[in-house]
């Protein structure tokens, strides 16, 4: 629990929650939830799939990364994109420029982010609500990872790359997920869902 959390915290949750506020709340209560102008939006669990998606990914990510410039790759981390109203996403994979590891992490400081979509669950919030969220806060990179219909694999995964303030679709990767930057990565789907 946070050092400034009452026991009874869930009784005091406002409708519309501060920074200071969410800084108050228990750290593991927190990472079941994100933050929209103020509002808390409770995250569903995710399929081990998912998890394991995520996981194998941001292994990748972090493999792949160059000396320079120093990048660090997280998974289901606050990013901040704004302190009033508290707007804060906990996407499924991040990289961003090192900073300590106390220091707050902000939208501005994240050059990739992914978010993996399941068939029953999260598509209009991750294709459009998050989508527009992330290149309003001028993330450069967005990938979305979509799972297949039988939950056993990744289907395809979409990336955007930001260019006047909106995300232009540059590539549809099918098989295979191949990057030039911010992370060079070459990775087939196999690699990332199977056993």
């Given at each position: 629990?946070?050092?400034?959390?009452?026991?009874?915290?869930?009784?005091?949750?406002?409708?519309?929650?501060?920074?200071?506020?969410?800084?108050?709340?228990?750290?593991?209560?927190?990472?079941?939830?994100?933050?929209?102008?103020?509002?808390?939006?409770?995250?569903?669990?995710?399929?081990?799939?998912?998890n394991r998606v995520g996981r194998r990914l941001a292994a990748v990510l972090e493999q792949g990364r160059k000396p320079q410039p120093c990048l660090m790759v997280e998974t289901d981390v606050d990013v901040r994109i704004s302190d009033v109203p508290l707007n804060l996403r906990r996407p499924d994979v991040t990289v961003y420029r090192c900073l300590p590891d106390d220091r707050?992490?902000?939208?501005?400081?994240?050059?990739?982010?992914?978010?993996?979509?399941?068939?029953?669950?999260?598509?209009?919030?991750?294709?459009v609500d998050k989508k527009a969220a992330y290149a309003a806060a001028g993330i450069p990179v967005y990938?979305?990872?979509?799972?297949?219909?039988?939950?056993d694999g990744v289907e395809l995964i979409e990336e955007y790359?930001?260019?006047?303030?909106?995300?232009?679709?540059?590539?549809?990767?099918?098989r295979r997920l191949s990057l030039d930057g911010p992370v060079p990565v070459d990775v087939g789907f196999d690699s990332l869902s199977g056993a």
């Amino acid at each position: 629990m946070s050092s400034g959390a009452p026991e009874d915290w869930y009784r005091w949750i406002p409708a519309q929650i501060s920074a200071e506020e969410y800084a108050a709340l228990p750290e593991d209560f927190c990472r079941t939830i994100e933050v929209i102008d103020g509002h808390i939006v409770k995250c569903e669990s995710p399929s081990r799939l998912h998890n394991r998606v995520g996981r194998r990914l941001a292994a990748v990510l972090e493999q792949g990364r160059k000396p320079q410039p120093c990048l660090m790759v997280e998974t289901d981390v606050d990013v901040r994109i704004s302190d009033v109203p508290l707007n804060l996403r906990r996407p499924d994979v991040t990289v961003y420029r090192c900073l300590p590891d106390d220091r707050r992490l902000y939208a501005s400081d994240v050059v990739l982010v992914v978010e993996i979509v399941s068939p029953e669950s999260s598509f209009r919030t991750d294709t459009v609500d998050k989508k527009a969220a992330y290149a309003a806060a001028g993330i450069p990179v967005y990938l979305i990872v979509f799972l297949n219909e039988a939950l056993d694999g990744v289907e395809l995964i979409e990336e955007y790359r930001l260019s006047e303030g909106r995300y232009h679709l540059v590539c549809l990767h099918t098989r295979r997920l191949s990057l030039d930057g911010p992370v060079p990565v070459d990775v087939g789907f196999d690699s990332l869902s199977g056993a």
